[in-house]
């Protein structure tokens, strides 16, 4: 068995963060160690929340506590994703390197989650800096379009760009560059778009774009954490990537299906394991 260190935001209501990522990894057989970087009722989209945001130091007082019960060297990967504070950056590099100092093989994943206002997806001021600060900490990365232009420093406003942009993150230390969402580049939106970049080349994958009247939240939480399930099981870059999309786009079809704004996570939980769409993508570098 697999084990993750899940270090992310928790909503009480709903599906974002942890509540979203976790489940679909359990489903897989990967035991989920999730540590909260904040406690809110319900994802900042909803324009309104409660809670708080947990302090920095706890994330490395829970961190020493699993390694003083010797734990720590089980742990196959770490993932980050929604930060309460930037404070909060410093303490889970700290903890990629002591578990990597443990486990040389450890993965890091970083969901660089910088915030979208125009959307209600609120970040903490310096959040912003510090994730294009820690790029080359990381093992995967896993940006949309707006983190793409942060991350990278380049415009992206066509598919090109989009390439170079990727390229440009490779060059940063990342193996593999997973871009989660490239839909409205240089083009009206009628399907949803995804990339990988690695170092044997990248590839490129499209499936519906479902009409929502309102997006649904938590759906870079999912891909996310899909993705690196389905690399610690050992299926390939390209086999990950194509079973993600595909369960993926089934949780947004059975979302839609039921008229709901929040992930239909436990509805889709067949379809997570074993997908109907057989969306397949191309290598195209």
Not at 150 to 167: D, H, T
Not at 185 to 192: D, I, L, R
Not at 245 to 260: F, I, P
Request: one cysteine or more.
């Amino acid at each position: 068995m697999k084990h993750v260190l899940s270090i992310q935001s928790h909503v009480v209501y709903g599906y974002a963060g942890n509540k979203s990522a976790t489940f679909p990894m359990q489903l897989h057989g990967i035991d989920v160690w999730a540590l909260n970087t904040v406690q809110f009722s319900n994802h900042t989209q909803y324009g309104k929340w409660t809670g708080i945001v947990i302090p920095k130091e706890q994330i490395g007082e829970i961190v020493r506590g699993i390694d003083e019960i010797g734990a720590l060297k089980k742990c196959d990967a770490v993932v980050s994703g929604y930060l309460g504070s930037a404070e909060q950056i410093d303490e889970i590099i700290n903890a990629v390197h002591k578990i990597k100092a443990i486990n040389p093989h450890a993965l890091y994943l970083c969901d660089p989650v910088m915030g979208h206002p125009d959307k209600g997806c609120i970040v903490a001021d310096g959040v912003r800096e510090g994730l294009i600060n820690i790029v080359s900490e990381a093992d995967i990365i896993t940006p949309n379009l707006v983190e793409l232009r942060e991350l990278s420093g380049l415009p992206v406003e066509n598919f090109e760009q989009a390439l170079a942009a990727v390229q440009a993150i490779l060059a940063k230390g990342p193996k593999k560059v997973l871009v989660k969402h490239l839909s409205k580049v240089g083009k009206e939106a009628t399907q949803f778009e995804m990339l990988l970049a690695t170092e044997q080349g990248m590839w490129h994958i499209s499936r519906p774009l479902h009409p929502f009247d309102r997006e649904p939240v938590g759906v870079g939480d999912l891909t996310a954490g899909l993705f690196l399930a389905n690399l610690l099981n050992g299926k390939s870059d390209v086999e990950a990537f194509e079973h993600m999309a595909n369960a993926v786009n089934d949780v947004m079809q059975t979302t839609l299906e039921r008229g709901e704004y929040e992930l239909q996570i436990i509805a889709a939980r067949d379809l997570i394991l074993h997908p109907c769409s057989h969306y397949k993508a191309q290598k195209i570098a």
